[in-house]
C-alpha cells in the first residue's frame, strides 16, 4: 500500500493472492474500493495512530497489529477478547538509509524488549491474545540472511508467549539501483526461511515486500526546461522534481536517469538532475553522465514504481504527475 496504492497495481496484487497491510484508514479503504479483484486479506499496522484509526479497523473486521503499551492500556476496551498481533523492535535497525530504518531507540516504531512482559501481562488481563508476532527492521535490505534472523528471534519470542500463531517478518527485500549492485538471491532467501522453519514449524510465516513488488514496474517521464551552467556544474532542469519523486531528496536514493531522446548517443556531459521546486534539496540525480541535453528533451527516471507517486505532493502548489497503467 505505501510503496504504490494504485488501483490497477492492488488489483493485480490482489489477483495474485496477495493481502495487503495498511497503515491508515485510507489505505484500508483502498483495498476495500478493489475488492471484486478478489477478497483480500488485509492487516492494519499503523504507527502512533489515533485510537479512532483502530476503531475504524475493527469495525471493517480487520486485524491490528499494535507496537506501543499505550493502545492496551489506556484503551483497553477496543482489544478486550480480540486477537492481535504485535510489533516488537528488535534492538537494531536496517537499510539503505537512516530514515528507513525503522529499529533501534532512535526509531519510532515497535515495542522495546524490556516492555514485553508488562504487555503480555495488560494483554492477558484484557483477554487480549497475541496472535502474531511482527518485525520491521527497515527497507532496501540486500542481505539474504536477515529475514531468518528475525524468524528465528521472533520464535523464540513467540514460544515464551505462548498464544503466537503466525511470525511477521515484515518487508525490506533490496532491489538494487546502483549499477553493478547485486540482486537479492530469492532461491537463498527461500533456502534459509526454510532452514530455520525446521526448527520451529509451528508458525505461519508472512512477509510484506513493498519496494521488491513494484519499483522496477514505474517509471516517471520528464521533461527538460532549462540547462544552466554555473562555475563548473551544469544544471539540468526538468519539470519533474522532488513532489514527483521525493526518495532522492529525503534518503539520497539513487535513481537511474536516462535521456529517452537522445537514447543512442554518447553519455558526454556530467548533469547535477533537478526539478523545479524551490528548494536547494530538489535534486533528482547528482553527477550524472548524459548525452548533451537540451530544452524539450525526455528524461526517464527508473524505478519510480515504488514511493514514486504514493509520496508524492503539491509542493509549491504544482500538479501531481499523471499516471499511466500499461498492461
Ligand atoms: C511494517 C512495514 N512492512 C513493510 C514495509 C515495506 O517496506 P519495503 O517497501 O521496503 O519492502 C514497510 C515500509 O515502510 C513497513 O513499514
Known amino acids: 500500500m505505501k510503496a504504490n496504492a494504485h488501483p490497477a497495481i492492488l488489483r493485480a496484487i490482489a489477483e495474485a493472492g496477495i493481502g495487503f497491510e495498511c497503515v491508515s484508514p485510507g489505505e484500508l479503504d483502498a483495498v476495500e474500493a478493489i475488492r471484486e479483484a478478489g477478497a483480500s486479506p488485509r492487516l492494519f499496522t499503523p504507527n502512533f ?7 475504524y479497523a475493527h469495525q471493517h473486521g480487520v486485524p491490528t497489529t499494535l507496537d506501543a503499551l499505550h493502545p492496551l492500556q489506556q484503551w483497553p476496551e477496543l482489544f478486550a477478547n480480540r486477537e492481535i498481533m504485535l510489533r516488537v523492535d528488535l534492538g537494531r535497525g536496517l537499510g ?4 528507513v530504518r525503522t529499529g533501534g531507540m532512535t526509531s519510532k516504531f515497535g515495542l522495546p524488549l524490556d516492555q514485553l512482559d508488562a504487555f503480555v501481562a495488560s494483554a492477558q488481563k ?3 491474545r497475541i496472535v502474531g508476532l511482527h518485525a520491521h527492521l ?3 535490505i540486500l542481505e539474504v540472511t536477515h529475514w531468518a534472523e528475525v524468524y528465528g528471534q521472533l520464535a523464540s519470542l513467540a514460544e515464551k508467549i505462548g498464544s503466537v500463531a503466525y511470525l511477521n517478518l515484515g518487508g525490506g527485500l533490496g532491489v538494487p539501483s546502483h549499477p553493478g549492485e547485486t540482486e537479492l538471491d530469492l532461491a537463498a532467501l527461500d533456502a534459509r526461511l526454510n532452514e530455520v522453519r525446521q526448527a520451529y514449524p509451528q508458525y505461519r510465516l508472512w512477509l510484506e515486500p513493498g519496494r521488491w513488488l513494484v519499483a522496477d514496474a514505474g517509471v516517471l517521464l520528464s521533461r527538460t526546461t532549462q540547462v544552466k551552467r554555473k562555475g563548473a556544474l ?4 526538468c519539470d519533474a ?5 521525493i526518495r532522492p531528496a529525503l534518503y539520497d536514493a539513487w535513481h537511474e536517469i536516462v535521456n529517452l531522446s537522445r537514447f543512442d548517443a554518447a553519455a558526454t556531459t556530467l548533469y547535477q538532475v533537478v526539478g523545479p521546486i ?3 534539496g530538489d535534486v533528482l540525480g547528482a553527477d550524472r553522465r548524459l548525452p548533451e ?3 524539450g528533451d525526455v528524461l526517464l527516471i527508473a524505478q519510480a514504481g515504488a514511493y514514486g507517486e504514493s509520496m508524492s505532493s503539491h509542493y509549491n502548489l504544482r500538479e501531481l504527475a499523471p499516471s499511466v497503467v500499461i498492461e
Open 138 to 140: 527497515g527497507s532496501g
Open 96 to 99: 539503505h538509509h537512516d530514515k
Open 293 to 295: 541535453t537540451v530544452e
Open 234 to 237: 551544469n544544471y539540468l532542469g
Open 241 to 245: 522534481g522532488m513532489h514527483a519523486l
Open 126 to 128: 484484557n483477554r487480549t
Open 278 to 280: 524551490c528548494e536547494s
Open 49 to 55: 495512530a489515533p485510537r479512532t484509526d483502530y476503531a
